[in-house]
């Protein structure tokens, strides 16, 4: 499919119009200057890029878009001065900017003035995407070298055409360096997809759907949020108080967060968003853009499996997922909310050598540090780091049959009874219930709970709902110094040393 193919696919008709101007470059090369004369009489195009603005579903948006029949879609130094020139541009006029790279990697004739060039794009890119402005790429077949490595990667959300060979090194290259074929699966979509490296695999008839909602989610604007209303002059006399349930049991809480017809994370989002786009990953982590209450907002939330599927434990790459989705949110100036049901972080030779307890020390440094705001809904099981990681947060709800702790009751019982016997002592001993968390000064609401699933959807929903409008009231300096305060009295008092 050429440049123009695609852009017919995704932009409304008669939208486009064209940002580029004419190139005058001149190249000593007789060889090259043939090279790109046949390339401009055999595309039409004047160099292996088009820039422009459109609208998609009537929103405007700025364009970059490669030719791969322009030689390869390889970047020379006047390729990248127009792409450039076109970020800039779309900078300029606070526009989207979606970029669709198909590229052998920078222009070999060129040289190093050419691969130089990245840092220029890259530059320019990192300034739209710290000015607050959505940056959408589409990586089709192929994406190779530079570009694969500067700004055809740096998307707020990095989407890909099926099958599309993505990566550093081009296979010829690799076996002539190394002496040996590169796998084919290493460089595909696919694979890359399943390592949590691309945000969606997209097929082009269903670009245009996809990027509209996106776009609805990242271009929001929601009304600002109403002032609490004022308390009535004369109070009415006060109702004579219900009797106050007792706290559920821990052990029965453990057992009931583990139903496998428990609300999901996945069921929560669905009910509680006007709009809720899911990202791609077959794991325990579901990444998402979502409008809720009018309101724009990043989504990670642990994703409890269903009742023929084991849960799956939470992997070093999903809590990098985490920070990554924390980072484009405070860029893009959107409120997190994390959703946690965990049995735990993956327990492994592998995960220790990929870092898994590093991930979760740097998830609860960014979670902390965040400055836009931070909703965390303890859903169900909240085992281990895996679980803390993603509780830094402004705010926390949690349903009335959570729960945390730093193991399962069986993992606590195995090691200060040597067996797992004493799993529903220990579960009533260690404060691990929800109620029990306000003590600890973690839950700031706990959401009750009935036999009905949908209750508990239902009330979760609008907690949810009214917390993120609560959060978007405080003033950003209140808020930070609240958190901070917050995380100063996490666990309560100290016990007093008992005497000697």
């Not at 890029?49 to 020379?76: H, K, Q």
Request: include cysteine; proline fraction near 10%.
């Amino acid at each position: 499919m050429t440049a123009r193919q695609l852009l017919d696919r995704l932009v409304d008709p008669g939208s486009l119009h064209s940002w580029d101007e004419p190139i005058t470059a001149e190249y000593a090369d007789a060889g090259y200057r043939d090279a790109l004369a046949r390339a401009r009489e055999r595309t039409g195009l004047d160099e292996a890029v088009t820039t422009g603005r459109a609208l998609l579903d009537g929103r405007p948006i700025a364009l970059v878009a490669c030719e791969f029949a322009f030689l390869g879609g390889s970047i020379g130094v006047a390729t990248a001065e127009r792409i450039t020139r076109a970020v800039e541009r779309a900078t300029a006029e606070r526009l989207p900017l979606l970029a669709l790279p198909v590229s052998g990697g920078t222009r070999m004739q060129e040289g190093s003035a050419a691969f130089l060039c990245m840092v220029r794009v890259t530059a320019a890119v990192h300034a739209h995407r710290t000015a607050g402005l959505p940056y959408l790429t589409y990586l089709r077949n192929p994406t190779m070298g530079g570009v694969f490595a500067s700004w055809g990667t740096l998307g707020h959300l990095v989407l890909a055409e099926p099958g599309a060979r993505l990566g550093f090194l081009g296979p010829r290259v690799y076996e002539e360096l190394r002496g040996e074929p590169l796998p084919p699966a290493v460089q595909r979509a696919e694979t890359l997809a399943a390592h949590g490296r691309l945000d969606a695999i997209v097929p082009p008839e269903r670009l245009r759907t996809f990027l509209s909602r996106a776009l609805t989610v990242l271009t929001a604007r929601p009304a600002p949020a109403p002032a609490p209303a004022a308390p009535a002059a004369t109070p009415s006399p006060s109702p004579v108080p219900s009797p106050v349930p007792a706290p559920p049991d821990a052990w029965e809480s453990v057992l009931l967060s583990r139903r496998p017809d428990r609300l999901s994370a996945l069921e929560l989002l669905h009910h509680t968003a006007e709009l809720f786009l899911p990202l791609d990953g077959d794991s325990a982590l579901v990444r998402g853009l979502a409008l809720i209450g009018g309101r724009p907002v990043m989504v990670v939330a642990q994703q409890r499996q269903g009742p023929d599927q084991p849960a799956l434990p939470v992997t070093a790459a999903d809590l990098r997922a985490v920070r990554r989705q924390a980072q484009i949110a405070e860029e893009l100036g959107l409120p997190l909310l994390t959703v946690v049901d965990t049995t735990g972080a993956e327990l492994s030779v592998e995960a220790e050598l990929d870092g898994v307890a590093l991930e979760i020390a740097h998830c609860l440094t960014t979670l902390v540090g965040l400055r836009t705001p931070v909703l965390a809904v303890l859903l169900g099981q909240g085992s281990g780091g895996g679980a803390l990681a993603l509780l830094p947060a402004d705010r926390v709800l949690a349903a009335e049959h959570s729960w945390l702790a730093p193991l399962p009751p069986e993992g606590a019982s195995a090691i200060v009874h040597r067996d797992g016997d004493h799993a529903p002592q220990l579960a009533r001993a260690q404060g691990i219930t929800a109620t029990a968390l306000t003590a600890t000064g973690l839950v700031d609401q706990v959401v009750p709970e009935s036999d009905d699933p949908a209750g508990l959807r239902d009330r979760l929903a609008t907690a949810v709902t009214t917390a993120l409008a609560e959060l978007a009231r405080l003033p950003a300096p209140e808020r930070l110094a609240a958190r901070a305060a917050r995380n100063r009295r996490l666990g309560g008092p100290a016990s007093p040393l008992p005497p000697h």
